[in-house]
């Protein structure tokens, strides 16, 4: 027997006309790449998104059509984030940092017929345009950034296709089960693959994203969504803000130190998000000019580990609270979000720190495990570690159009996500190593994040990275390759290193002294993640 | 085509089982009705759940079938809401508040096959029994009351049926449509009728419950509801609690002044939820007896309209921070929540107090319009009032086993609430009258709250009430029954209400001076809300 209540679907234009009914004052900010700053607002958006969205029907876009965006955070990015997915049509968000060849790549393995860009990035685009099989037309918005010296064609302005659409309203009817998303990880492994998220998918992660545990995202919030909006949605933030009426502030290109600092005071931003190097960074700008910053409240950090110390300096200088979270483009992408509950408020700081500094408890809708390599639950005693994974209404089932059967799933209907963990009784995640970094030595593990944890406490050492290579005796051996702050002999920091390391890990656990390798610099991707695929290539390739 | 996302259903028992994962040390307290106090917790309380969902199998329940509750809030009942729909079937909470009759009404109307009630209940069921053509067996809980003389039967006792059964686990797969919840409208008109809630409605109550601006229920909140479980699942919140492990302390059976401020006090509450009529007698002992609330910080009130002053007095007094939802059984029952937003901060202290006095705007999820006689939709000025519509997933799209086409949607998909309003250009919903208590005089409306409102600021008037009577030439007249808080002439107060209804009504609107009675006391229904339908029989009747 079911229920009587209505049949609403929960689609992505039911969020955006809510935000226009009820808050159409609420302040949308744009900052462009001459830093000049732009104001529009809930109302004026929904205006806009009714005439883009006619503009989408103009151009033939159909319901199912992949429609891109290669853009900066920006209210025209907001409008494509509406616009498209109300149209029933697939917003695929194109991650600018890639390398060329991977966005020829994805946007032909997409097959996207239309792509929005900022206009600084014609250039690129006219370069792939005659690999870009798929796509019709550029559409290029002004970013007020350097007028590119090549275009690709067919091309039309934004603005002035705006200005000749109808302003007729019509939103299709949607089922909430309708593709309104798709984003491709950048991977270190393999080809991208895409995720294809959703309305409903995207609508409840706007509204986890809106619960007090979770990201907190409120009315009273101006928020400013570092992480970009062609990475995994911005996190959801966008559709979250929209959803309550928050202030959005998007930053455009500009998102390191005093160009951060600067737009957080102007606007008087209150709760930001990103990855953990923009908030270092962000740091050491705020300490060498002195700087405070009087309105900002919260930061969300995920993306990868954020250091200790870095939260509690926060903290303690500047009176802003670090949020921890773990989440991936599969997962919508928040999984975990780490906060102090009940008792252990009264726990001593360091403490609290340590819990702080984990990936924290699932969220609702997200159920996680830990899986052994029979696929079997492990227990969440903070010891035994699996392989993390996860199952949920905003969690992929499968990659977009990979022309075989779906393989990211266990036959239990497990996520499997690729990271390592272990799960305290209390349910905080604690992950302990990318799978693929693992390192098997004797048939016993070495996780490469805690050694590499360790090495950076050497006082010489600004970066560290450890993975293994073969060994006719252990199977794996760990390397470690090390940035150092100022020149110094390799014997000398070779033999500290191993009795730094030698404090806690056991003495098969070790590497040779001559694994100890000072290098230049770390290789990493086009996102800035630490990468351990040409970081092996490169060990493998100095021992030939 | 459709996203790549996990289809996994939204239901109840997912958020027990995290709950008892992630939260199972947070608290869950019961005050029973000889004051006593037991406790749990989320992780025992998965436990029990799993036996109690193998005692209702033992019994013969099988999915859809419905069992009823008639019980104060306690740790028992909390038990019921997550097992009986853990197990497909339907949990019907039944008002015990109601007259014997209406109780007999409904529980043969949902055709219950067990109730579950609280052992002081048993007397009341022992009379009802003969009549109760479908129940099949009593199970009697320990609520610590005065022993029963006499019982229903065949009875059985809780905790042995409890103490019987397997502890082996299994949820069986549910679909997030399926029925989980009936709760009947006590209603002034008419029978009383079934809203059938499923578990996706529901579930997503609980997260709206859970969201910043709406309820801000948290893991840090420890709430008390004194809204019982009996009344539109006490609001949702058992289920956002556990959602989000917060500490729920439940009151039992005495609801009023010290015994609330005791139990507050003793288990630290943050949050709580009820009806004025609560507030103000909470506000009025705990001002006679100079006491203060240690770690109250925000109250609900909803069911009717607070007093501004209330509202004040508890903030200045008290620092407890009062906010106004407007919601229905229909609606889950949250519709709209009254929080001052953006600029409104920096009103004067009456007109945000004016904000925060009104319905609020809708919340997320819950569509709302004002609709003309034709269904046409009125504009948000502020003025224009109309019949109040919703749409959303959690708004009932019909009543159960009404045994005729539903009626209850417009043809453009709206649930009427016989609520008329007006709507804000801001989304502010101000609720002016019951549409059935609108009094039509010479073509015109008059609103009977507004008229109440006034007349209640006399100061020899405790409680006044207008209802409309059949006038010869006018169609309709208000007449103003007031009760006085002590005796003075009818003459007297008759003129000075005139001049009082005066200063905001036209000539034409206001009632006769025979029109403005004095009475004892005005008739209110078994929950409390004044019973418009028996006054204007009262008063029909002291005319003829």
Known sequence: MNGLMMDVPLTIPSILKRAAQVYPEKEIVSRWSDGSITRTNYGTLYKRVVRLMNVLRDLGVQPGDRVATSAWNSSHHLELYFAIPSLGAVLHTVNIRLFPDQIR???NHAEDRFVFLDRSLAGLYAELQPSLTTVER????????TPPTTMPSPASDYETLLASASDEEYFPPLEENMAAGLCYTSGTTGEPKGTLYS?????LHAMGACMVDSLGISEKETVMSVVPMFHANAWGLPYACAMTGAKQVFPGPHLLGGAIASLMEAEQVTLSAGVPTVWNILYQHLKQHSQKLTSLRVIISGGSAIPRKLIADYEHDLGVEVVCVWGM??????GTVARLRGAMRNLPAEKQLAIRATQGISVP???IAILNEEGESLPWDGESTGEL???GPWVASGYYNTGKPNTALTKDGWFLTGDVAAITPYGYVEITDRKKDMIKSRGEWISSIDMENLAVEHPNVREAAVVGRHDPVRDEVPVVAVVLNEPRPQEEIAREMRDLLATQFANWQLPKLSDIRIVEALPKTSVGKLDKKVLRVQILNSET
Chains 1, 2 share one sequence.
Request: hydrophobic share 40%.
């Open 105 to 107: 790549f994805i946007v």
């Open 138 to 145: 550029y559409i290029l918005m002004d970013d007020r950034g």
């Open 199 to 203: 309305h409903r998918a995207t609508y």
């Open 329 to 334: 483009t599969e997962l919508s992408p928040i």
């Open 365 to 367: 809708c997200v159920e």
């Open 389 to 391: 994974a996860s199952k």
